[in-house]
């Protein structure tokens, strides 16, 4: 990967939104009056759980597999929780590829169903998702597979475009809350927001029981922990990117932290006030607005509801459990 000091400029993000939007519609943002009635801010909403596969990883997947071509790729192979591996299987499928894709045993049972659909080959091994990633690695040299990474330049590309619309979207916006998985979502807000030269906060969000990005970005190190949400699995990271970290100790302003419980009142106030459906990474930025509102006050604020492919049990509980 190129130095991370040369975010991507304006012109390469345009260029990777062209190809996106070859596929799909830009999605929209809104600021829900419920919200704002709720929490006394005007919090504007990014809704990638309106994309093709319910979350914003689709678009790194499509500049990713455009770049990839299908010469001389006999398949390609990936390790995910869920939402990149939709991402992989349907970029792969436009190009007439087959795609492996490995998730952890006890993943998502929808989020999987979701990747057999768009015609992957599911293969279950590990107890998180580092160990599935290493298993996947294996199996690419071992199968003669093309290894799709979950984070690189050009899914940042890819991804950058939901933040481009955002910004572009709605002037005078003060802070921007995006979730931290592997870093992709959050490195391209920050690509969109330097190549528009905009005076912008962004906030980085992890669980807090899935803390090793918080703690890599307090302590300018990369720091490994173990990962025990058991809602926010789009955060449930144990092993940071050395590239994701070196673009967040440049340019995030903070991390903030989130437990499981203020995740799940997120999903409800999300759900009561604009009747979407978010997954738990999906409304961490919203359980971080509502954690740190009091500083807030005044400013217009932005999350970015990454996805929402949560599974209907699950859901059914976050919904049925004390307001």
């Known amino acids: 990967m190129p130095s991370t000091d040369?975010?991507?400029?304006?012109?390469t993000l345009?260029?990777?939104?062209?190809?996106?939007?070859?596929?799909?519609?830009?999605?929209?943002?809104?600021?829900?009056?419920?919200?704002?009635?709720?929490?006394?801010?005007?919090?504007?909403?990014?809704?990638?759980?309106?994309?093709?596969?319910?979350?914003?990883k689709v678009r790194g997947g499509l500049v990713y597999f455009d770049a990839l071509g299908r010469g001389g790729t006999r398949g390609v192979i990936s390790a995910t929780r869920g939402n990149h591996g939709?991402?992989?299987?349907y970029a792969a499928g436009r190009y007439g590829l087959a795609s492996t894709i490995v998730v952890p045993y006890g993943n998502s049972r929808e989020k999987n169903s979701a990747m057999r659909a768009l015609g992957?080959?599911?293969?279950?091994?590990?107890?998180?998702?580092?160990?599935?990633?290493?298993?996947a690695t294996r199996l690419a040299a071992e199968r003669g597979l093309h290894m799709v990474p979950s984070f690189h330049p050009l899914?940042?590309?890819?991804?950058?475009?939901?933040?481009?619309?955002?910004?572009?979207?709605?002037?005078?916006?003060?802070?921007?809350?995006?979730?931290?998985?592997?870093?992709?979502?959050?490195?391209?807000?920050?690509?969109a927001r330097e190549a528009l030269g905009l005076p912008i906060e962004i906030v980085g969000v992890v669980s807090e029981h899935a803390p090793a990005y918080a703690l890599s970005f307090e302590q300018k190190r990369p720091i490994e922990h173990a990962v025990s949400t058991a809602l926010a699995d789009g955060m449930a990271c144990r092993t940071p990117e050395p590239e994701a970290l070196e673009i967040l100790w440049r340019h995030l302003?903070?991390?903030?932290?989130?437990?499981?419980?203020?995740?799940?009142?997120?999903?409800?106030?999300?759900?009561t006030c604009t009747h979407n459906v978010a997954?738990?990474?999906?409304?961490?930025?919203?359980?971080?607005?509502?954690?740190?509102r009091e500083?807030?006050?005044?400013?217009?604020?932005?999350?970015?509801?990454?996805?929402?492919?949560?599974?209907?049990?699950?859901?059914?509980?976050?919904?049925?459990?004390?307001?």
């Open 253 to 271: 302003a903070r991390v903030v932290r989130v437990s499981d419980e203020e995740v799940a009142a997120a999903m409800r106030l999300i759900f």
């Open 14 to 56: 345009q260029r990777a939104a062209a190809t996106v939007y070859r596929v799909l519609d830009p999605t929209p943002q809104y600021a829900w009056p419920l919200l704002h009635e709720s929490l006394g801010l005007e919090v504007w909403v990014k809704h990638e759980n309106h994309t093709p596969v319910g979350a914003f």
């Open 295 to 323: 500083h807030l006050r005044g400013r217009k604020v932005a999350f970015v509801l990454s996805g929402g492919n949560v599974d209907r049990e699950v859901y059914a509980r976050v919904l049925a459990s004390a307001a």
């Open 6 to 11: 040369l975010l991507p400029s304006l012109e």
């Open 279 to 292: 997954e738990g990474a999906g409304a961490a930025g919203l359980a971080a607005i509502t954690k740190e």
């Open 120 to 135: 992957a080959e599911l293969i279950e091994h590990g107890d998180d998702f580092q160990s599935a990633r290493e298993y």
């Open 155 to 191: 899914l940042l590309q890819g991804v950058a475009s939901y933040s481009l619309e955002l910004l572009q979207a709605v002037p005078g916006l003060a802070v921007v809350y995006v979730p931290i998985g592997l870093g992709s979502g959050v490195c391209g807000m920050i690509a």
């Open 86 to 89: 939709q991402s992989v299987a």
